[in-house]
């Protein structure tokens, strides 16, 4: 399912128009986005988590010239899917 299946399965689930359906997935994305730029947990309480980890920096090998590399510390969304969510998955 991509942005626009999405966003009409929105408007026939929930009885909006395209363009309040487009606005409100639109806006829980932003908020989901500036949540997780403040380092904050997203809990959607069925459905799942998103958080922000830390991977700290390593060292890694590049495969075609197998020489060591220096991978440095980043930031990573991670999604941790809900009971129920894995439940209607399964």
Known sequence: MNKTELINAIVAKAGLSKVDATKALKAGIEAVEEALAKG???????????????????????????????????????FKAGAELTEKVK
């Open 40 to 78: 904050d947990k997203v809990a959607l309480i069925g459905f799942g988590t998103f958080a922000v980890q830390e991977k700290a920096a390593r060292t890694g090998i590049n495969p075609a010239t197998k020489q060591k590399i220096e991978i440095p510390a980043k930031k990573v969304v991670k």
